[in-house]
Structure formats: C-alpha cells, structure tokens
C-alpha cells in the first residue's frame, strides 16, 4: 500500500541520507501550489491592482475571515471575489477590491480604501430585498470596542459606496420588522464617549443612506461579546440574541427585536428576581435552539446545592433552558444537571426537583447525584465514573464512551422515590 510522506518529513529523510541527486529540495517540497484557472486569475488581478509590495489584509471577527472571499453577489449564478489589502509603505488604508467575471474575464468592479489599518468583519446582506447582495464592511479604529462602518452596493458591473457615520462593536443582519429585505443591528459596548446601546438601520428609498429604525440601551457591564445570534426569540418573532461577558467574568444574555406595534426597537434583559429568568450564569454556556423548535432559548446557570463547609467536593451545575414568549412571560423549557469539567448533561426529572444535588469528586473522576434534603446531601442514587480505559470496570455498567473517554454508571441501593432505573438514566445522560 503506497503511503503519503509529508513535505517536512521527507525534507529531514532528504537532509540525513544526503540524497541530493534526487532532485528535490526543502523550498520546492514546502512552497504551496500555484492557483490555477478562476483562482489564478484573481490572484493575478490583485497584484496588478495592488501593486507589487502589497500585503493582504484578514478580516478579524465574523464568518468570512479569508482575505480573498468568493460570494454570489449579484444572484447570476457565479461567485464575485471580494479581496482586501494594503499597498506597500502604506500603513493605514486598507483597500476593499470587488471583482466579477464578465464576459469569461475578470475585471476589476470597484476598488475603495478606509482610513483603517485593520478589517474587523466583512457581511453580506440584501438590505432592499432585490437579491443582490449588498457588502458590509466594519473597519478597526484605534478603540477596540468602535469599529467604523462602509455599506458597498452592487449595480450594473460596478460598486457604489455609502459612507455612514455609524460606529459599533458588532453588526448582525436579518428580517426582524417582517418587510421586504433585511435591516442592520449595530451592537456597541460602553467605551469612553459612547453608551453601551443597539441601533436598528435600513437603506432608504433610493439607496443613498442608512436610516435608523429605532435604538435601545444594553448593559453596560457586558466588556465582550461570548457569541451573537439572529434567530427566532420566540414564535414569529426574528430577533438578536446577545450572549455577553460582564466586568466581573459572568454571562448573560439580552435579547432585542423590533416592536411593529410601537415600531421600535425593544430589549429584553432577564431582569426579574426568579431563578431561572436571570439568564446570568458563571458558567459559558451560551443560548441555543435546545429542542429544535426553531426557537432559541435562553439559558440560566447555577451551582447545585452543596454543604457550606465540604471542601472534599465541588457542586455540579444546574441549567435552566427558558423561552420568551410574545405576552413578556417565560416558559421553562428544560431544566438539567451539567458537569463542564467531564461534559455532560443529565435532564432532570419532574420528581426531582428541589430535592436533589450532584457532587464532582475530581480525585477519582466521579460525578455522584444525592438525595438533597434540609439542606444536606440525603442517599447517593447513582455514580457516573469517567475514565480513559476500556476495560469494564468492577461494579460499573459501560453508559456510552467517546474516542478518549468510557462513561459508567453504578446505581446504588435505596428506598429513596428518586432512585431512576439504568433505562431511564440512559434517556435522561447526554454528552455536551
């Protein structure tokens, strides 16, 4: 069977048997292949625009993070490129090239500079809903947390750019007034000057300007951003899901959409003092479709029950999956046991609730639910054992294993009514 030698392997085979008269050398074995056909042509066009020194710029953040990006702009059927670069001994005018292939060659369709050394995110978006898309470009300024914004509109074979004064941390695209096209959420954190706050923008009537549609306040401890969504938030309701990271190093998550009633742009913050509706944890789970209803939930995290002077143990987490409804009331979705550390989760049954905890002991790579009862841990129900072995072990039955890890569970004895059986524990244990 013919085997496959990486280039620096058979480089060091090359330099310690002194085959020199083989031919090959360790700059022809690493040097990477030549762009061909499409590929080539593009990369030709670049150097030619950008002139010889050019330095090709990444974008920093969002889902297109190549310097050369391929989409289909103009809804022919064919991918534009879309290239950012800096020209030689220029040190802050990153350029945005767009190019298209027209009639089998391709051409340069606008060629702008920003006043940035650095590409935050590049977006595409159809603001108009004609379905062509338009670029959405944030650009980095000296404040980490203020990106400056440039709009690029694709008409008849060329680029048309709107200039915005327009400033954000993040920008998020979709539907949320239920109208033709999509509109823009620009997302900022609290800097110096600026208010931590979101604003909803769509292109107006003749495509010459962003309009806002409204804006709301965020919470100003959030310093980060932890993950960003555009889904449903709850039934037919388009909205952004806002997962962030306070000054003290928690979670928590603020939701946004736009109000067509009031016609404006509302927040929906978790503020109520109920367990599962502060949507604040210390742990990093983010919000997610958890039952695939095609709604995202929202997650609240808390550590389970311990003795205040055990210190032989560390409390297992407990996460409630809730979801808004359209009244301003929240629905309990789900509610499990999570053990980060190992990763899993266990649902937890409606007999449970309130009466039980589970403890970590890491020496021995345990995790232990109880029975939790005036404020103690009551009779051990059952042990899941984590190890890095296959073999069986003495007392345990095998739950599931991964490439790198065997699960096993040992159910103990008692009369306790929240002893499950190995059937029911199966359903309720899930790997993360």
């Given amino acids: 069977m013919k085997k496959k030698i990486s280039a620096l392997l058979l480089a060091v085979i090359i330099s310690l048997t002194g085959c020199s008269s083989v031919g090959l050398s360790v700059d022809n074995l690493m040097h990477p292949p030549k762009a061909v056909g499409d590929k080539a042509e593009i990369q030709s066009l670049v150097d030619t625009v950008a002139g010889e020194g050019h330095t090709l710029k990444y974008p920093q953040s969002g889902n297109f993070r190549s310097a050369i990006t391929m989409k289909d702009i103009d809804s022919d059927s064919v991918e534009e490129a879309v290239a950012f670069y800096l020209p030689q001994g220029d040190i802050a005018t990153v350029h945005i090239l767009v190019m298209d292939s027209i009639d089998g060659k391709w051409q340069t369709v606008g060629d702008f500079k920003s006043q940035s050394t650095a590409v935050d995110s590049l977006n595409f978006c159809d603001l108009d809903g004609n379905g062509i898309l338009e670029i959405a470009t944030s650009w980095k300024t000296y404040d980490a947390s203020v990106n400056q914004f440039s709009l690029y509109i694709y008409e008849e074979n060329s680029i048309r750019e709107i200039l915005t004064e327009y400033t954000s941390t993040n920008v998020l695209s979709g539907d949320f007034t239920d109208e033709a096209g999509e509109e823009l959420i620009m997302l900022s954190l609290f800097s110096e000057g600026k208010d931590a706050g979101a604003v909803l923008l769509d292109l107006n009537e003749n495509k010459s300007e962003l309009t806002s549609l409204g804006s709301a306040p965020l919470n100003p401890d959030v310093v980060s951003y932890a993950k960003l969504q555009v889904g449903s938030i709850f039934e037919g309701q388009t909205g952004a899901v806002i997962d962030g990271c306070t000054k003290s190093g928690e979670y928590n998550t603020q939701l946004l959409y736009f109000n067509t009633y009031y016609s404006s742009l509302e927040r929906i913050a978790f503020t109520e003092n109920v367990p599962y509706n502060q949507a604040l944890r210390s742990y990093p789970v983010m919000s997610e479709d958890i039952n695939n209803d ?18 032989d143990r560390d409390a297992a987490a ?24 190992y990763g899993f989760t266990f649902d937890i049954p409606e007999k449970w609730e309130g009466n039980f905890t589970a403890l970590t002991d890491y020496n021995n790579n345990e995790v232990t639910f109880y029975e939790w009862s005036k404020d103690k841990t009551g009779d051990a129900l059952f042990t899941v054992k984590i190890s890095d072995s296959d073999e069986a072990l003495e007392g345990y039955k095998e739950l599931t294993k991964t490439d790198s890890r065997t699960y096993s569970l040992k159910i103990y004895e008692s009369d306790s009514s929240l002893i499950l059986t190995q059937d029911e524990i199966n359903d309720y244990f899930k790997l993360m």
């Avoid at 939930?297 to 205040?308: C, G, H």
């Avoid at 407990?318 to 550390?341: E, N």
Wanted: proline share 2%.
């Fill in 318 to 341: 407990s996460i409630y999956w809730c979801q808004q409804t359209s009244s301003g009331t929240v629905l309990l979705i789900s509610h499990k046991a999570a053990s980060f550390a």
């Fill in 294 to 311: 095609g709604i995202i939930e929202v997650p609240a995290a808390f550590k389970l029950n311990i003795e205040k002077d055990r210190t």
